[in-house]
């Protein structure tokens, strides 16, 4: 229940379901023909213009993708990988032969080459499926491991974890990572803060593998993308990690309002 609230709050609070909120609501206003038709009309066509011609989004996201190097190797020994669910389209697989890999598939696709690179390391999936029909994400997304020639038993998974905050937990408590051991924790860059952040609370210190960046760096961050697709598509991600950033912070889930 407290999930499914939450999802809906989300829904709300993401810039692009705010437009096409604010539109509907004008449809609305205007067959019933209210005099503040015209200011939610306005109003939806600024938030519109603003999101998909400006660089806000490629502002807010920048310091997200850069507070951890993208694709930076520790020079201690590795004891384990770490990957976060959510690159695996549970809701197709029911009805498909294949696995179907959702938008932010980076974290998925380097964990072969990393899997190859620290042969003895052990290889962690966390991630749950919200209510989807058929298998299960993490019992999946083993079989793709083991299908790239990574040995059953060098994989574990974590199948009930539905936030980071779960994640972090979960896998900790699954590990039980001994003192002085080094573990990889592979996810998209622009949530790599809040996910360091939820592990060092629960006092799981891994080492940052940012993947995915959708930014161009310091450099290019006031400038927009080509179409406002992507302008918008990188304003919903940012906002979206700000506010969990912030939700985290305030409600205890990490101890640092901005991990580094």
Known sequence: MHFTFSKLIGFFLVPSNVIASLAALTLILIIFRRRSAMCAAGLS??????????????????????RFPEMMLPGEQINGIIVLGGSYDSQSHGYLSTIVLQEDTEPMAVMVALAKRYPAA???????????????????????FISFGIAPDRILVEGNSLTT???????????NPP??????????????PRAI?????????????????????????????????????????????WLGLLFYWLSGRSDELFAR
């Not at 930014?215 to 919903?236: F, I, K, S, Y």
């Open 45 to 66: 066509l600024f938030v519109l213009v603003a999101g998909g011609l400006s660089p806000i989004g490629n502002i807010l996201l920048t310091p997200l993708e850069q």
């Open 122 to 144: 052990k290889i962690i999936f966390s991630g749950g499926t919200d209510g989807a029909a058929g298998p299960s994400e993490a019992s999946v997304v083993k079989q793709y």
């Open 165 to 175: 905050a779960e994640n972090a937990r979960y896998t900790a408590q699954l590990i």
């Open 179 to 192: 003192p002085g051991s080094h573990w990889l924790l592979v996810t998209s860059s622009y949530h790599m």
């Open 197 to 241: 952040g939820a592990f060092r609370k629960v006092g799981f210190d891994v080492f940052a593998f940012s993947v995915g960046s959708r930014t161009h760096g310091w450099q290019e961050m006031w400038v927009p993308e080509d179409t406002a697709t992507d302008n918008l598509r990188r304003l919903d991600i940012a906002v979206h990690e």
